[in-house]
């Protein structure tokens, strides 16, 4: 295609021609995502060998490349769209939120700068006090809005270690981090990975934490946890990534602030635990931590993309983080948002205007939704835990939230390839205190009670089967 010379209608014609052809493909592909299979099927994923071609020279019409993309990637796609994936901890898009997302993204404004993305530093400070609500967090909070909860981990951590070192009498931004006063990590046992890489980007080895011992649950146990002082970063989990767990917040982090530490709670998906009154007990005391990590492409059903750091400490967060640079527009005070340059509040400086999706989905819902759509969550996690139990697979864990864990018999991983082989289901093995298990996550706003019952008798298929 040569673009030039530029021709409005005709650009605008074949720009509309080619939204066309990709709204119909994707209507196919909602069309049939909550009945396929869904794990794709083996000659699906062979097919992609499709793509295994030489950059093209002259380059192809683009109706021809959205019709090979649509051809070999859509079929070779998981169906996380529909009821019955549970692998991982992966929510689906709520349908405002793909909407919201196809204006946003015609949009294309760098979303990190309010001078040239006023609707975007708008939302950003609209959602920020939303968040703020919803969680119960300090009216000083300020909100990242980032790729996902490793980057909000990086984020909430690079803060607190700014703010530990400064009270040191140490600027690590100017001096850097070799020679700088030694800083403590203490963190329950079962921390996640995306926290051991987000400490290893800080300069905090794996060797150097402080492991506390946890509980059958795989909460921290606070009887176990060392001195702590004005130097320590501690992690807490709101959402153990196997059980579902939480962390007993109120008494560790009262300790944690009387010592002086910085507390950082990573709740990927169970923050929003927070926001559900009939789930709330889990995270009490969690509003008296320093930074929280949460992601809205988990719990709240927003597509991916979308992960916030909160911080109560902002000078801490912009000095971590912030920017200066004589090229870059200062934004404005006067007008909702223009004075929020989001690539102070984070490590990126260009992003897409991601908090639309997030601000569609809150808006669409309201709190009462939101709640719901959290609560509901929980509400069929219990439903598979005791139709599995019914069904004669032990369950290891409490359901205290979505996260299910069940005895399938030494060979998890076995079964969940058998289960996914199936087409009814999507779960993942994993091992809980060396136990192997099948762990399935609910995080579908999509997921019925019918759903539940067609995954059970799917697994106790896979049973027969393999007996
Ligand atoms: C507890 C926990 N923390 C952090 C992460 C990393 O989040 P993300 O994949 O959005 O970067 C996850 C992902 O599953 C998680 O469950």
Not at 155 to 174: I, P, S
Not at 394 to 423: K, T
């Amino acid at each position: 295609m040569t673009p030039l010379p530029f021709d409005l209608d005709r650009v605008l014609g074949e720009s509309f021609a080619l939204r066309e052809q990709a709204e119909g493909y994707a209507r196919a592909y909602l069309e049939t995502v909550h009945h396929r299979p869904v794990a794709p099927a083996p000659e699906a994923l062979a097919a992609l060998e499709g793509f295994r071609e030489a950059l093209p020279t002259s380059g192809v019409a683009p109706p021809a490349v959205l019709e090979q993309l649509h051809r070999l990637g859509s079929p070779a796609t998981t169906a996380q769209g529909g009821g019955r994936f549970f692998g991982m901890v992966n929510g689906g898009a709520l349908p405002i939120t793909l909407a919201a997302r196809l204006l946003a993204d015609s949009w294309d404004q760098n979303g990190a700068v309010a001078a040239v993305a006023p609707p975007i530093a708008a939302l950003e400070t609209v959602v920020e006090g939303w968040l703020q609500q919803l969680f119960g967090l300090p009216n000083t909070v300020a909100a990242s809005f980032l790729s996902g909860s490793s980057l909000a981990l990086v984020t909430g951590l690079a803060a607190g270690r700014w703010r530990l070192l400064e009270r040191q009498g140490y600027d690590v931004n100017a001096k850097g981090l070799w020679g700088a006063p030694s800083l403590r990590v203490v963190a329950g046992a079962h921390l996640h990975a995306a926290a051991l890489k987000a400490l290893a980007l800080l300069g905090f080895g794996r060797d150097q934490i402080e492991w506390v011992p946890v509980d059958d649950q795989g909460r921290l146990r606070p009887e176990a946890l060392p001195t702590l002082d004005d130097r320590t970063l501690l992690l807490l989990q709101a959402g153990n990534v196997n059980s579902g767990a939480f962390d007993p917040f109120r008494p560790v982090v009262a300790e944690a602030r009387a010592a002086g530490a910085w507390v950082h709670v990573d709740g990927a998906f169970g923050l929003w635990a927070a926001a559900a009154p009939q789930l709330a007990g889990l995270t009490a005391g969690h509003e008296q931590a320093h930074s929280w990590s949460v992601d809205a492409h988990k719990t709240l059903n927003v597509p991916y993309d979308s992960g916030i750091a909160l911080c109560a400490d902002p000078e801490a967060l912009f000095a971590a983080l912030g920017a200066e640079g004589a090229y870059l527009p200062q934004g404005t005070a006067g007008v909702l948002g223009l004075n929020r340059d989001g690539l102070r509040y984070g490590p990126e400086m260009s992003r897409r205007g991601r908090v639309v999706e997030l601000w569609a989905a809150l808006k669409s819902l309201g709190t009462e939704g939101v709640a719901q759509l959290v609560s509901q969550l929980h509400e069929r996690a219990r439903q598979l835990r005791d139709a599995l139990t019914e069904a004669g697979f032990p369950g290891l864990n409490d359901v205290v939230f979505n996260q299910v864990l069940v005895d399938v018999g030494p060979d998890a991983d076995a079964f969940a390839a058998a289960l996914r082989e199936s087409g009814e289901a999507w779960a993942g093995a994993s091992r809980w205190f060396d136990q192997p298990v099948l762990r399935l996550s609910v995080c579908s706003w999509v997921t019925s009670e019918e759903d539940i019952a067609r995954t059970v008798r799917a697994m106790v298929r896979c049973r027969e089967t393999r007996a």
